[in-house]
């Protein structure tokens, strides 16, 4: 592992980076929230079925 070169593709990808503007961040974060609720959800409804099925736990 050579750090210095390392250090400098480190930098350069640093450098490329930008800050999302207003409506990338927005699209973004409305996504993973509906994503999240998706999955709560699934797992709310196969909470629901394993509870009022006979034998379930």
Do not use: Q
């Not at 210095?4 to 980076?17: E, F, G, Q």
């Not at 699209?27 to 797992?43: D, E, F, P, R, Y």
Request: aromatic share 10%; no cysteine; net charge neutral.
């Amino acid at each position: 592992m050579n750090t210095p070169t390392d250090l400098t593709s480190y930098i350069r990808v640093l450098k490329l980076a930008s800050t999302p503007s207003w409506d990338e961040f927005s699209k973004v974060s409305t996504i993973a929230g509906l994503g999240i609720l998706l999955v709560g959800l699934m797992g709310f409804l196969i909470f629901a079925v394993m509870t009022f099925i006979p034998g379930g736990s």
